[in-house]
């Protein structure tokens, strides 16, 4: 089959199927098989798979068509304007996850540390905040950890990919739970806030592909805000920073939980939802 035949046969099998951006989708997963750029494609339309493509294709096709998300089949995602390596183990990264760190890099900019700035990112999952955060700030060494043993070995990797391997340190740990008396200028978390009784407006592809533990935090999305803010607020300096990404319909309940707080704001994305609450540990 030629290049163009095969895209336009994928296209129609993911418009049967309720792939989103079907076109782009079958774009990208040939290219991955081919190793190529996408002008390749319009180049060479008329060029002729050979039977180990065409067979790879077809499998890649149908993973897709089955709701397995294409960055998963490609294994990677760009994140900051990094590349990052993903898996089935890490939730794949989220451009309004950059909101985050925005917000952290904008509030270090009216921060005076007290000794080392140290900060954490908690549930790394990719590693993605922890060394997007790095990548800006040559000088900042910072923590991070998952209670994914199988997060962690893909965030390692992404560290060594990028350079970062010094500056972030990775631990395994139950929230700040292997930091026992460690203190914090920054706590930084995008954990998982989808509640178990909102999973039927979840996308699918979300639902049965990225892990349960990156996205579902008991019935209402709440648990891990629950648990990670009173540990935060024992964790962080005086005057240190919470930044923390937030469902679209969590902003109020977050909110409430954080008394002993004080300069609590919230950013929002280009589509002007709540995204990213940050809070200050009164002086
Ligand atoms: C929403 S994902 C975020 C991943 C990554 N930081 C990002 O922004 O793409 C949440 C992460 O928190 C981790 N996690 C869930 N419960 C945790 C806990 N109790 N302690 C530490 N990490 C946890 C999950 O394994 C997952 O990697």
């Known amino acids: 089959m030629q290049l163009k035949q095969a895209v336009d046969a994928a296209y129609q099998h993911f418009l049967d199927h309720d792939v989103p951006s079907p ?3 079958a774009e990208l997963l040939l290219m991955f098989v081919l190793g190529r750029a996408r002008a390749y494609l319009y180049t060479y339309p008329e060029c002729e798979l050979t039977p180990q493509e065409q067979s790879r294709y077809d499998e890649v096709v149908r993973a897709r068509a089955r709701g397995c998300p294409t960055q998963y089949i490609t294994g990677h995602q760009e994140f900051w304007g990094l590349d990052f390596i993903v898996s089935p183990a890490v939730l794949i990264p989220r451009p309004e996850t950059e909101h985050v760190i925005e917000t952290v890099l904008e509030l270090l900019k009216q921060y005076e540390p007290h000794g080392r700035l140290r ?3 908690i549930g790394t ?3 993605c905040i922890a060394l997007a955060v790095a990548s800006e700030l040559p000088q900042l060494e910072i923590d991070a950890c998952d209670i994914s043993e199988h997060a962690l070995e893909v965030a ?3 560290a060594v990919r990028l350079g970062l391997e010094k500056r972030v340190q990775f631990r395994h740990s139950d929230l700040l739970s292997a930091y026992p008396g460690e203190q914090f200028d920054f706590v930084i978390s995008n954990p ?3 509640g178990e009784s909102e999973a039927d407006k979840v996308q699918k592809q979300v639902r049965e592909f990225e892990p349960k533990t990156a996205v579902f935090s008991g019935w209402e999305g709440m648990e891990i805000y629950k648990r990670l803010i009173p540990q935060a607020q024992a964790a962080l300096k005086r005057g240190g920073w ?3 990404e937030i469902g679209y319909s969590t902003e109020e309940k977050v909110r409430n939980l954080l008394t002993g707080f004080s300069d609590v704001q919230t950013t929002t994305d280009l589509q002007g939802i709540p995204r990213v609450v940050a809070a200050r540990l009164s002086n």
Request: aromatic letters at 6%; proline letters at 6%.
């Open 23 to 25: 076109r782009l989708n």
């Open 192 to 194: 998982p806030y989808v």
């Open 242 to 244: 919470l930044v923390m």
């Open 119 to 121: 900060m954490i990112d």
């Open 156 to 158: 390692c990797a992404n």
């Open 125 to 127: 999952g990719s590693g």
